[in-house]
């Protein structure tokens, strides 16, 4: 049975790694590969388990405006909110065994093995930090393996860093290493991503995290080779400098009576019931949804006073980008380089949300890349957008990703990476 390791390393950019990295990795010389548009992971990592483009697979962010239940769902973690057939399929049914390491939406794939981060909410508002798993006991196996349980707010948050990265790798090294392992394994580092967005990519800090993802990637490169694996690592985005700043398409939208929301002690929240429209706003590329298509005039007309939007594409544009789905917006904004969409619709920070100053992935009605970076007050998360160096959601020349394999792939993009791996499966 063929064997494979596919490494997905977020943020690792061709052009950052040519800047600081050296000139191959274990032996293997990189190249350049496009990646999806838009450059984000859940979109990314849809294709690479389908090779369909989002209009196929429908994870076209890293959340999504569920229209029936008139609420932003960010970071869901269950396997079927891409659509598709995996790429793996046949080669399952011939026998051959799948695993998935730290995936997003991966709960409830049909694979041998995955382990996923999947933290308990107790009452009281705590956390128990765990991670679901298949066989139940794999996790515990792993934790034993790696010497230390993983922490979750290694993973995301203001302690975020590489160390989520060594963790991953060391226990995707011992799953290789074990009499059990699968003959075709997914993993994602996303240590890189982290020190990138608070900084970007021309600080030491950037540079430093990179020699340190580059070593845990080569040594997991090591332990795979030496069990008869070949070996697949590729960027799923390129992370660009955030000079700009971000662009607020809530605020003009509040301001223009579109966007509806609801005074609690003088916080105030999203009301999507009564709302015209809104923005899921999610690094350079925002989806807008109108509550009937009469208001796409007036919601457009609002958005084109925004500085920082570079494209504003109706479903027509969407269908020639091949994001086109019923999970899409009426509208699609794309940030012009160097700026990044924000989902705040306040400008007073006293009318701030509770949840705007604290870690909440789910809460929040869009990606916040604040909650990298502490803030005044203990136990509480910045909400200065300002602080955000970094940034990616765009594709084409300039922002693409490196791809290493010690196969003779061809690929292009992203999705012939996908269709080229499922084809040597066969």
């Not at 995290?209 to 390129?238: I, K, N, P, S, W």
């Not at 594409?313 to 904004?333: E, K, T």
Request: aromatic share 10%; glycine share 8%; net charge neutral.
């Amino acid at each position: 049975m063929k064997k494979l390791l596919v490494i997905e390393a977020a943020a690792l950019g061709w052009k950052f790694f040519a800047r600081y990295g050296a000139n191959a990795l274990n032996g293997l010389v990189p190249r350049p590969l496009q990646t999806v548009f838009p450059a984000l992971t859940c979109t990314v990592q849809a294709t690479l388990r389908t090779g369909l483009p989002p209009a196929g697979h429908g994870v076209l962010a890293n959340g999504f405006y569920d229209t029936t239940l008139r609420k932003a769902m960010f970071w869901e973690q269950s396997s079927s909110l891409s659509d598709g057939s995996r790429i793996w399929q046949d080669f399952r049914n011939r026998g051959g065994t799948v695993g998935l390491a730290f995936f997003q939406q991966s709960l409830g794939e049909k694979a041998d093995m995955l382990i996923s981060p999947a933290p308990v909410h107790t009452h009281g508002g705590g956390m128990l930090m765990t991670c679901a798993s298949r066989p139940a006991d794999l996790y515990s196996k792993l934790c034993a393996a790696v010497g230390s349980p993983f922490r979750l707010h290694r993973y995301w948050g203001p302690l975020a860093s590489v160390a989520s990265s060594e963790w991953i790798a060391q226990a995707t090294a011992a799953l290789l290493a074990s009499s059990d392992a699968p003959d075709l394994c997914f993993t994602y580092l996303p240590g890189l991503d982290y020190d990138l967005q608070r900084h970007g990519p021309d600080h030491p800090k950037s540079a430093k995290a990179l020699r340190q993802v580059c070593a845990q990637a080569g040594r997991l490169m090591d332990t795979a080779q030496t069990h008869g694996y070949e070996v697949v690592l590729f960027g799923d985005y390129a992370i660009t400098p955030a000079e700009g700043g971000p662009v607020f398409p809530n605020r003009v939208l509040l301001e223009a009576g579109l966007f509806a929301t609801r005074t609690v002690k003088r916080m105030l929240y999203p009301d999507f019931h009564q709302s015209r429209a809104f923005a899921l706003a999610d690094h350079q590329i925002a989806w807008v949804h109108c509550a009937d298509p009469a208001d796409i005039p007036p919601v457009t007309d609002a958005l084109r006073t925004l500085d920082g939007i570079g494209q504003i594409h109706d479903r027509a544009a969407q269908a020639q980008l091949q994001v086109n789905h019923p999970r899409g917006g009426d509208l699609l904004l794309v940030a012009k380089p160097g700026h990044w969409f924000a989902y705040p619709w306040w400008s007073a920070p006293r009318h701030a949300p509770d949840y705007a100053s604290h870690v909440d992935i789910h809460n929040k009605p869009g990606y916040d890349p604040c909650e990298l970076f502490f803030g005044n007050t203990p136990f509480r998360t910045s909400t200065d957008p300002a602080r955000v160096k970094g940034t990616h959601g765009l594709t084409g020349q300039g922002y693409e990703t490196a791809l290493f394999s010690s196969l003779p792939f061809k690929a292009e993009s992203a999705a012939e990476l996908a269709n080229e791996i499922k084809e040597w499966l066969r």
